[in-house]
């Protein structure tokens, strides 16, 4: 049983788990494109968590089948999109960037959980934006297309997407199970992009990619499955708004990271606008 104490402790879990993974995923994807380290991790997923999930799976209804099917596809497209935002961008600037899926996740509570959002809220809401505009632009003057951080667009694409997965993970965490809904979206994408895989460059070269870098890739893939399944089990215990708004501190790891292992540069008011917008996030976990 999920007791309140162990859903918290989830909570933070995910958070630790999620900077920690961001990282390992842009050096995977750095190597060896986008697909492999998603397929890899998908099968890790799919492998590790298959002997819990065997007895939830076999009595799944119909309604619950349908929204893992949806999750799935929604993972596979918003899990290409994210690894390509972590390929091209800075993780320091990507993963602050990935803090408007807070926002999303609470609208889409909103809209379709009738949970409410007031003043406070809205307010840390557009801090929350402030921030994300400082951070993705290199120079104050976003007329300039060269003023803007590369990966930018696709990271509010992929934080668009990340809300509605977390809306969507969390609702299949309540009505199905919480390893069922990260194992079935992990399967999904394993064999869509195991099949990909091989029809373009094979099998040997899907192999080559483990032997050559086992290390970053078992401990992406075990990191990575870890955060999501801490998620899983925090949402069944909590609101799904007040998990991913607690998570949302995970882009610290990143800018830490990425300032002393990538030497990745910032400018003040970037710095500023991280800031803003990690401090709107931990104020609006207050008010949720």
Not at 20 to 28: A, P
Not at 187 to 202: A, P, R, S, T, W
């Amino acid at each position: 049983m999920i007791t309140p104490t162990i859903a918290l402790l989830a909570t933070f879990g995910a958070f630790i788990f999620w900077g920690l993974g961001d990282f390992l995923i842009q050096r995977s994807v750095r190597k060896l494109g986008d697909l492999k380290p998603l397929s890899y991790i998908g099968a890790f997923g799919t492998l590790a968590l298959l002997p819990f999930i065997i007895q939830d799976l076999l009595h799944i209804n119909k309604t619950n089948l349908y929204l893992l099917l949806g999750l799935g596809i929604l993972g596979f497209i918003v899990s290409w999109i994210n690894f390509e935002t972590l390929r091209k961008g800075k993780i320091s600037v990507v993963d602050v960037i990935f803090e408007m899926e807070l926002p999303v996740t609470i609208i889409l509570g909103f809209i379709f959980l009738d949970e409410t959002l007031t003043t406070p809220q809205l307010s840390a809401i557009l801090v929350i934006f402030l921030g994300l505009i400082l951070v993705a632009t290199k120079k104050l003057n976003i007329k300039n297309k060269k003023s803007i951080e590369r990966g930018v667009l696709l990271a509010f694409i992929t934080a668009i997407g990340l809300g509605f997965i977390n809306f969507l993970t969390g609702i299949a965490a309540q009505e199905a199970s919480p390893l069922l809904a990260i194992w079935f979206p992990w399967m999904i994408i394993f064999f869509v992009i195991i099949i990909i895989e091989i029809k373009n460059n094979g099998w040997n070269s899907y192999i080559q990619g483990i032997k050559k870098y086992p290390t970053l890739i078992i401990s992406t893939s075990v990191i990575d499955t870890l955060a999501w399944v801490c998620f899983a089990y925090a949402v069944t215990q909590q609101q799904i708004g007040i998990t991913v708004a607690v998570t949302e501190g995970y882009p610290i790891i990143g800018i830490i990271l990425g300032r002393i292992i990538n030497k990745e540069h910032l400018h003040t008011h970037q710095y500023i606008g991280a800031a803003l917008t990690l401090a709107a996030a931990i104020t609006l976990a207050t008010l949720i």
